[in-house]
């Protein structure tokens, strides 16, 4: 069993940037996905980013691609999620998961393991 936490989170201006990180403790595998999504106020929970935790795959929704990059550390079993030139719009609540799986899917209740959740919130 996975047991993400997320940390990072916070408020910043229109334009700038944040690193979410989330810390994975328990054991992971090769066939093994872990997700941002985040949720706004009245809105449901969607997908932001995966990646494989083995290999160098990675997925984005169209509304955050070439601006959010996921990474990992094998050795720290952290998954970061760069976030650069931020809209009001990003304003949710972001949430790490895992997915123990070979397949990827974008959709949240899919996965198995959830983070308590980073606020993340950004100014106009």
């Known amino acids: 069993q996975v047991q993400p936490v997320e940390s990072g989170g916070g408020l910043v201006q229109a334009g700038g940037s944040l690193r979410l990180s989330c810390a994975a403790s328990g054991r992971t595998g090769s066939n093994y996905f872990m997700g941002w999504f985040r949720q706004a106020p009245g809105k449901e929970r969607e997908f932001v980013a995966a990646i494989r935790w083995s290999g160098t795959s990675t997925y984005y929704a169209d509304s955050v691609r070439g601006r959010f990059s996921i990474s990992r550390d094998n050795a720290k079993t952290t998954v970061y999620l760069q976030m650069n030139s931020l809209k009001s719009e990003d304003t949710a609540v972001y949430y790490c998961?895992?997915?123990?799986?070979?397949?990827?899917?974008?959709?949240?209740?899919?996965?198995?393991?959830w983070g308590q959740g980073t606020q993340v919130t950004v100014s106009s």
């Open positions: 998961a895992g997915r123990s799986s070979a397949i990827l899917t974008t959709t949240p209740r899919d996965y198995d393991y």
